[in-house]
């Protein structure tokens, strides 16, 4: 069955100037997507605007009304990274309802799996808080709504982005409905993360953070994928995947530290696609997060999709670095999969 794909050009409009998240990484995406051909065997997939009742089963109706305000009145800056425009409000609430709709068309079987080409990033986004380039959490509303209006029990969100989604921890972090697992260089932005963070009540357990030292490449990233990502994700059963899809794991992204190739984010999706084939019926929704390198994104975003088409792979031009031993990597997934029971 055929993969969907969500982008819209309003997300050239939170039009954020000099800034490393800006209209230009969807772009030079787009470029390739269409230059390849790939663009063409996608499902094209409607966005809509999510609700603010929507926005609600996440954020805090007084935050989404600020959020609303602040770009009413002409925007201004939430913190030194974090921009709110004139258009930032409606182009953020359609980055949501973008991937809602997703949701909607892969639960109603009209395409197996779908990825959503969408900025600003969402996962730094907490309940009452704009952070991290971040104004609404998509991947976090869209996990709810698959509970609320699908009805669904157990949704779990895998997050290779590099930095830890903080305002995804947030929301469920006392919730067992949703299995919150992530990678991300450690430690670094937002400062969450610690693997001793594993959820509390009757969350516990549900929070699963593997915090990658600096300089963890392709072989680090697969091992925890392998050791703990995989593992933990069939232990919980989901009934829908979501990924919270950042690139900035690249080595050639300069906004960190890690070493991942086009290459290892498609091992990663690879064993994500497996995931949700064996224990989802195939649905899986992966959303863009973060991926600031305008050669690195595009590539990232065309090896996954051609994981979830299943088909074969373009090598990338930017080709696989070596990593050596990374100090502190075994100790690391050691305690992990002890927190976890692994
Ligand atoms: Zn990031």
Request: overall charge negative; some cysteine; proline content about 7%.
């Amino acid at each position: 069955m055929s993969v969907g794909f969500i982008y819209d050009p309003i997300f050239l409009e939170h039009d954020t100037g000099a800034h490393p998240e800006n209209p230009g990484r969807m772009t030079a995406t787009l470029a390739l997507l269409e230059g390849s051909g790939v663009l063409s065997r996608l499902e094209r997939l409607a966005a809509r605007d999510a609700t603010p009742e929507e926005l609600a089963f996440v954020h805090d109706p007084r935050y989404v009304a600020g959020v609303e305000r602040v770009a009413d009145e002409g925007g201004g800056w939430v913190d030194p990274d974090t921009l709110i425009t004139p258009r930032s409000y409606d182009v953020a609430r359609r980055v949501v309802g973008a991937t809602l709709a997703a949701l909607d068309a892969v639960m109603r079987g009209d395409v197996a799996s779908a990825f959503c080409l969408v900025r600003p990033p969402g996962h730094h986004a907490r309940p009452m808080q704009a952070m991290g380039f971040c104004l609404f959490n998509h991947v976090a509303v869209a996990a709810e709504y698959a509970r609320r209006v699908h009805s669904l029990e157990r949704v779990a969100i895998i997050d290779w982005d590099v930095h830890h989604g903080n305002g995804t921890q947030d929301a469920f972090y006392d919730d067992g409905g949703v299995l919150y697992v992530s990678t991300h260089e450690y430690p670094f932005y937002p400062g969450t993360g610690a693997a001793e963070e594993t959820g509390e009540g009757a969350g516990r357990g549900c929070s699963v953070n593997i915090p990658m030292p600096h300089g963890s490449g392709d072989p680090e990233h697969a091992r925890a994928f392998e050791e703990v990502v995989v593992p933990v994700v069939r232990r919980f059963r989901p009934e829908l995947l979501l990924v919270s899809a950042g690139y900035d794991a690249h080595f050639a992204d300069e906004i960190a530290l890690q070493r991942v190739s086009v290459d290892g984010y498609g091992a990663m999706a690879s064993m994500v696609r497996e995931l949700a084939g064996e224990l989802c019926g195939g649905r899986l929704i992966v959303a863009l997060e973060g991926g600031y390198h305008m050669v690195a994104l595009p590539w990232c975003v065309r090896r996954t999709i051609e994981v979830m088409r299943g088909g074969e792979p373009v090598p990338d031009p930017l080709g696989p670095v070596p990593t050596g031993d990374v100090a502190g990597f075994d100790a690391m997934l050691s305690r992990v999969k002890a927190l976890h029971g692994l």
